[in-house]
């Protein structure tokens, strides 16, 4: 009895080490869960935002560059109230607020930009404006995405400008910084700090006109329903660095024409605006 007990204890954890060793071959095999199929869900990666419009409406008298913006034009405007960060992770921290009107000769942007401290140090033309704050504007009147004009305007009523294009070999862009835009006009005023609730603030507001013969399509004055790409910047210094965007790049470099928005230009009455 003793003999058979045993055999049988024997028989029993052979089987079992079998039946172990099947199961350790089934995963080693990877049978051991089933694979993924394509027809299981995927998490959707995320989408970026849309691209924006602006109406730039014709403006309905006369234009004076001085930095002022009180021109009943002026009022005809649309007003874009703040900028995106240019990740495209949620609104900036400083308030920036633009405007665009034209006419048969110019491109009009007037730009409005709140500030706790402003960092300013060029002057001249064509300096390394980009290193102070400044508002940019990049506008495309073509159909090539690729070509474009970059401006860029800082406290001190220092402006660069340049033409951006394929480079011919192929590889990145080119951008040409001693292009001018001959007949630009721009102005920069600068308010006193005031006290505020988080210490003091100043505005301080940039008035351009941009000409038509130097940065239109055939250099010449848009068609009411015309369209450009355009997209409008801030670099702010003070305190924690903060690059804002009407339309996010979600991209380090603000030259990312395929995230530019949309410039329409009409001829439509106009709905009126405030300051801010």
């Not at 351009?208 to 013969?213: D, K, Q, R, W």
């Not at 530019?260 to 605006?273: A, H, I, K, N, R």
Request: charged letters at 25%; hydrophobic letters at 40%; proline letters at 8%.
């Amino acid at each position: 009895m003793a003999t058979r007990g045993a055999e049988a204890w024997e028989a029993r954890q052979m089987a079992g080490m079998a039946a172990v060793l099947a199961l350790l071959v089934l995963f080693a095999a990877g049978g051991g869960a089933p694979a993924p199929t394509s027809s299981q869900p995927q998490a959707a990666a995320p989408q970026p935002p849309p691209l924006p419009v602006y109406e730039c409406r014709r403006a309905g008298g006369l234009v004076l560059v001085d930095g002022q913006t009180d021109e009943p034009a002026w009022g005809q405007a649309e007003w874009v109230r703040g900028l995106c960060r240019s990740d495209g992770r949620g609104r900036g921290r400083s308030q920036t607020d633009f405007r665009a009107v034209w006419d048969d000769a110019n491109l009009y942007l007037s730009f409005v930009c709140v500030d706790s401290e402003i960092v300013a140090k060029h002057t001249e033309r064509d300096a390394f404006v980009y290193e102070d704050d400044c508002v940019e504007a990049f506008l495309s009147s073509g159909s090539d995405l690729r070509r474009y004009f970059e401006f860029e305007v800082n406290p001190l009523n220092a402006v660069m400008d340049a033409s951006v294009f394929p480079n011919p070999e192929g590889t990145d862009k080119v951008v040409d910084y001693s292009w001018n835009c001959d007949g630009i006009e721009v102005a920069v005023r600068k308010a006193d700090l005031l006290p505020h609730a988080g210490g003091k603030q100043c505005t301080w507001t940039v008035e351009m006109a941009m000409p038509f013969s130097q940065i239109g399509r055939d250099r010449r004055a848009p068609k009411p329903g015309e369209q450009w790409r355009a997209n409008f910047y801030r670099c702010e210094y003070a305190g924690e660095e903060e690059y804002l965007a009407w339309s996010p790049p979600l991209l380090e470099s603000f030259h990312t024409p395929e995230r530019f928005g949309y410039l329409v230009f009409t001829d439509q009455p106009p709905s009126g605006g405030t300051a801010p």
